[in-house]
């Protein structure tokens, strides 16, 4: 595709609810990240793939999130039995994975809003 | 752990005007990048400029400039005849230079308000 997309775009959920929240990167891209933003924060790494390997999850708050790109291409964020303090903006980006600055191209984000 | 720092919760400037954003950040690495974003209500998150932290040579992009001191580890942002749609958050982030650790990490952000 184009860009970076995302969905859905705004999910809401009740408290120990299970959500998954989908990410297609940039065709062809190597690199994907994914980031959590609370409001009127800036963005916080979370995780990294490189193709389908997840070779940084230092970010992930909790065993409660998952991350997963099994063929490489999209990938889906996974929060079990989500808390209030979960909800946030989750984005996602890709890069080419080719050596030197490596620009990221975002997506929209998912808004995740947990009551 | 590298750290970014954004002292500017917001700033406003009136349209056509020249407007400065401060960043600062620590890290103990001499090699590595650093860039600006802009992000819009729509939330998607745009890079607006970048620079090599081995290039001593301040990036330019159109209207967009940086004034990078590596020695006092600043890095701000200078927007030159501001125009309406300038109007967003700016995060400014770094990023390690080896491959494999391509991580962003962000400031707070500062909301830009451009004034007609």
């Known amino acids: 595709g184009a860009g970076v997309s995302q969905s859905p775009r705004y999910k809401v959920a009740k408290r120990g609810q299970d959500v998954a929240l989908r990410c297609d990167p940039i065709?062809?891209?190597?690199?994907l990240f994914w980031y959590q933003q609370a409001l009127g924060q800036g963005p916080e790494f979370l995780t990294y793939?490189?193709?389908?390997?997840?070779?940084?999850k230092s970010g992930l708050p909790s065993d409660r999130f998952f991350a997963e790109r099994p063929e490489g291409s999209v990938s889906t964020l996974k929060i079990q039995r989500t808390q209030q303090e979960d909800s946030a903006v989750y984005l996602c980006?890709?890069?080419?994975?080719?050596?030197?600055?490596?620009?990221?191209?975002f997506g929209p984000g998912t808004r995740l809003t947990v009551l | 752990a590298q750290t970014v720092t954004q002292s500017q919760p917001e700033m406003s400037v009136q349209e056509a005007e020249t407007v400065t954003l401060s960043c600062t950040y620590d890290?103990?690495?001499?090699?590595?990048?650093l860039f600006w974003y802009k992000q819009p209500p729509s939330r998607q998150m745009i890079l607006v400029i970048r620079?090599?932290?081995?290039?001593?040579q301040n990036a330019t992009e159109n209207r967009f400039s940086v004034n990078f001191q590596k020695a006092a580890k600043s890095f701000s942002l200078k927007i030159s005849d501001s125009q309406l749609g300038d109007a967003a958050m700016y995060f400014c982030?770094?990023?390690?230079?080896?491959?494999?650790?391509?991580?962003?990490?962000f400031g707070t952000g500062t909301r830009l308000t451009i004034i007609p």
């Open positions: 980006a890709s890069s080419s994975g080719l050596a030197g600055v490596n620009e990221q191209f």
């Open positions: 065709s062809g891209h190597v690199s």
């Open positions: 793939f490189q193709n389908e390997a997840q070779l940084d």
């Open positions: 890290t103990s690495e001499s090699d590595y990048y």
């Open positions: 620079q090599e932290a081995y290039k001593q």
């Open positions: 982030a770094y990023r390690h230079q080896g491959f494999g650790n391509e991580k962003l990490t």
